[in-house]
């Protein structure tokens, strides 16, 4: 994949309109066509907080049969959905996990909430998050709310309520068991927030680990240890220095609090020996995929490793 050069971007792009035309009537009629409680991972965004035209921000999707659930809501997360031929009209998201309440990974939660509402949800979006994730929400809602008055009172005719969220904070645990999908909210360290998450997702076959945005953390090496999927933030250890600008003299310090490096990573997942690794949220600072994955390997992990872009699928 690496040797497609420039172009790589234009196949993705090209292959995700087509899986959404081929999808299309199945999004209408409110159906992921996945096969009866298949289990499918999509990375709807893998960015961070610089902007770039070829990932979106931090969402993944991870669907089982005809139940979606989404871990974290970046920008673009809605359009990111149809391009990736997932249903979009009438509320299908099953449930919405914030792994935590960073910019970065909430700025498409307006859009989820008031997107799925105005193609047609009328029923309250269930969303699970750290504290202070009910106060964003109210927030989002209030900040929107002449739009939410307009759409009701007016000639659009959206449903009445359907706006709504039903939000459950959480301070770790399990936040979901239904019809044999059993997902855990695995607190992590993120710097100076109180609290962060990542999520173990236990479906039918199928044991998968979203990191969120941490530095090495035990607890979820712990939940990781010998899971088939495990998707990991990650920075080149070998770029880490401090940076010429207003506060870059604390920038290696931050790193080493917030995230985790390429070296960290690999000895985390030679103790945890995950099936497979998906390097997600890369803080690169000019580095190349070739130097993350030496890190990698550096740290001890000899397995399947690769680099996510969006709208892969696992």
Same mark, same amino acid.
């Given at each position: =994949? ?15 309109a ?5 999808a299309? *009537?199945?999004?209408d ?13 999509? #990375?709807?965004?893998?960015? =961070? ?9 931090p969402?993944? %999707? ?6 979606i ?5 970046? %920008?673009?997360v ?10 979009v ?15 970065d ?21 269930r969303i699970v ?6 106060? =964003?929400v ?16 007016g ?6 309520g ?5 939000v ?27 609290h ?6 236990d479906a039918?076959g199928?044991?998968?680990?979203i990191? *969120? ?5 035990? %607890?979820?090496?712990r939940a ?10 990650v920075?080149p ?8 600008r ?21 000895a985390?997942? #030679? ?7 998906? #390097?997600?949220?890369?803080?690169? =600072? ?7 994955? %030496? ?7 000899t ?12």
């Amino acid at each position: =994949m690496t040797g497609w050069g420039g172009s790589r971007w234009a196949w993705r792009v090209a292959l995700g309109a087509l899986a959404a035309g081929l999808a299309c *009537g199945a999004a209408d009629a409110g159906a992921v066509e996945a096969g009866a409680e298949s289990t499918t991972v999509i #990375l709807l965004g893998t960015g =961070m907080p610089v902007p770039d035209p070829h990932a979106q921000g931090p969402a993944i %999707a991870v669907t089982v049969g005809a139940r979606i659930f989404l871990f974290d809501a970046g %920008a673009g997360v809605e359009r990111q959905m149809s391009a990736a031929g997932l249903p979009v009209r009438k509320g299908p998201l099953t449930s919405v996990f914030l792994t935590h309440l960073h910019s970065d990974h909430t700025l498409g939660l307006p859009d989820v909430i008031l997107t799925s509402w105005v193609m047609g949800r009328s029923a309250p979006l269930r969303i699970v998050g750290p504290r202070g994730t009910r106060s =964003m929400v109210r927030n989002i809602l209030a900040a929107w709310s002449e739009d939410i008055h307009v759409r009701t009172e007016g000639l659009e005719h959206d449903a009445r309520g359907g706006q709504a969220a039903r939000v459950i904070e959480t301070d770790g645990g399990v936040v979901y068991d239904s019809a044999g999908v059993h997902i855990t909210a695995i607190p992590v360290s993120h710097g100076i927030w109180k609290h962060a998450f990542g999520y173990r997702v236990d479906a039918p076959g199928r044991t998968i680990v979203i990191s *969120g945005d941490t530095a090495p953390s035990e %607890a979820l090496e712990r939940a990781a240890r010998d899971a088939d999927l495990l998707i990991h933030e990650v920075y080149p250890e070998v770029r880490l220095q401090a940076e010429d600008r207003a506060g870059g003299e604390d920038w290696v310090r931050y790193m080493r609090s917030f995230h985790t490096s390429d070296h960290e990573l690999g000895a985390l997942c #030679l103790r945890a020996r995950p099936g497979h690794l998906v #390097l997600v949220h890369i803080v690169r =600072m000019g580095g190349t995929d070739e130097e993350l994955m %030496a890190g990698i390997r550096a740290g001890g992990f000899t397995g399947r490793v690769t680099i996510g872009h969006d709208l892969d699928r696992y």
